[in-house]
């Protein structure tokens, strides 16, 4: 077993994201993972990522707040314990327009290479 405590999940630092705190809790230098890795996004009143497409799938859960998720076909408000997936290859951005930080959960698969 690999226990993260929040407090102590690693952070990093993702191109395009602005006015945001990312912090792995399972994968990549949280720990061992065979298939995907978790992570979670506080983002500011403002914050957001500009449009950008992974090869992979991403799976997102609000745990907190309201989150916009921009993709080519339109946005959508997520509130608190809603979700979206986004397919390889699809263009999304997300945005905290409100007054309060959202916290957002990803899911996502390693790329083929790394598996």
Partial sequence: MN????EDAPEYYP???????CVRLQGHEAGPAESL???VSVIEP???TT??????EKHYVVLEGEVIVITDEGEVILAAF???RIAPGERRALQNR?????????????PPEQC
């Fill in 3 to 6: 226990v993260t405590r929040f």
């Fill in 98 to 110: 409100s007054r309060s930080p959202a916290k957002i959960l990803l899911a996502m698969p390693f």
């Fill in 37 to 39: 890795w978790l992570g």
């Fill in 82 to 84: 809603d979700s979206c």
């Fill in 46 to 48: 403002g914050g957001y």
């Fill in 15 to 21: 191109p395009n994201h602005f006015s945001m705190r």
């Fill in 51 to 56: 449009s950008d497409a992974s090869r992979v």
